[in-house]
């Protein structure tokens, strides 16, 4: 018989920003049981809010991955592209047969696969999902096109609580191929803008720029979307950062050079870096102009520290 019950224990792993919003949003619901587990839960600073969050919302938090997977009977990984085999890996030392672990997070089709193999090994039920939006303006109900050989029972069972579930197939990768596809045209714009709009600002020129982007895509606000991909960025750079090497890597399964997915890593996890930096600790708010302003004072004291250390360390003739 299978383990799990009706209506279902679901525990979600990674309590960031995706995590957060699904966790409070599912004890809404009135289940007999929400939980949650982070690394940063044991965060000597990190941790305590995290962890009152986690209990004002109904969350109940969980201390280890093991104790999360004692309870759940579905199992959603909200972590990052970089930790989404590790997290499936680790689950296969508790995880309880006929358990649903599924995979909202942003990795290649390879990624997705291996992580099926380890799940389904156990008895689990593995189901793939890749979100097809972001998921703060939709909160439970962000799109979601899902496969595997589960998806379509797991979404029997997720719709109802205010899920968005479109199956697409019943094999893995192809939901994550999806996924990946649209990553690169979408984290690329992110990419693409923050350059664009940063070095027009550096000559005086974006009002002009700004201009002729309204005048040839007149369907896009592009101030608004500026803003947007600027704030998002700053603050989740290092997760786009990850998924954009997991969209090279499937780029490069099908034998081509990932050239612009690799481009816009890079840029994704430079912003993060001064991000974490503290860079735009002072931003007021939500207007690309002031990020632009500390990236450009940035530039330009970096540019100011090597010309003096230039001159103070002269190369011998």
């Not at 679901?10 to 919003?21: A, K, P, S």
């Not at 998002?232 to 750079?237: Q, W």
Request: charged share 20%.
């Amino acid at each position: 018989m299978s383990s799990v019950d009706n209506p279902p224990r679901i525990g979600v792993v990674g309590y960031g920003e995706v995590g957060r919003i699904l966790g409070d949003a599912l004890c809404a619901q009135g289940l007999a049981w929400v939980g949650a587990w982070d690394l940063l839960f044991a965060d000597e600073t990190l941790g305590p809010p995290m962890v009152a969050a986690a209990r004002a919302a109904g969350v109940v938090p969980c201390t280890s991955l093991a104790q999360l997977l004692a309870h759940a009977d579905i199992v959603i990984s909200a972590v990052t592209a970089a930790n989404a085999f590790d997290v499936a890996s680790e689950s296969t030392a508790s995880i309880r047969p006929g358990t649903y672990f599924f995979d909202l997070n942003s990795a290649s089709p390879e990624t997705k696969v291996r992580c099926a193999a380890v799940v389904d090994a156990k008895g689990a039920r593995y189901v793939e999902a890749g979100v097809m939006a972001s998921v703060p303006p939709y909160g439970i109900a962000v799109p979601m096109v899902v496969g595997g050989e589960h998806a379509g029972a797991l979404a029997g069972r997720l719709v109802p609580l205010g899920f968005c579930m479109e199956v697409v197939a019943g094999k893995i990768g192809i939901a994550s191929a999806i996924k990946m596809c649209r990553s690169i045209i979408i984290k690329g714009m992110e990419a693409i803008v923050i350059e664009s709009y940063t070095t027009a600002r550096r000559h005086g020129v974006e009002a002009r720029v700004l201009e002729s982007l309204r005048e040839t895509y007149p369907g896009l606000d592009w101030e608004r979307q500026g803003a947007y991909f600027f704030s998002r960025v700053a603050k989740h750079g290092r997760r786009r950062a990850d998924e954009m090497r997991e969209a090279a890597h499937t780029v490069e399964d099908c034998g081509f050079e990932p050239f612009m997915a690799a481009a816009t890593s890079d840029k994704q996890a430079h912003i993060a870096a001064l991000a974490r930096s503290g860079l735009f600790r002072n931003v007021p708010g939500d207007d690309w102009r002031d990020y632009a302003d500390c990236i450009i004072a940035d530039s330009a004291s970096m540019a100011l520290s090597a010309r003096k250390n230039t001159a103070s360390n002269p190369q011998p003739s």
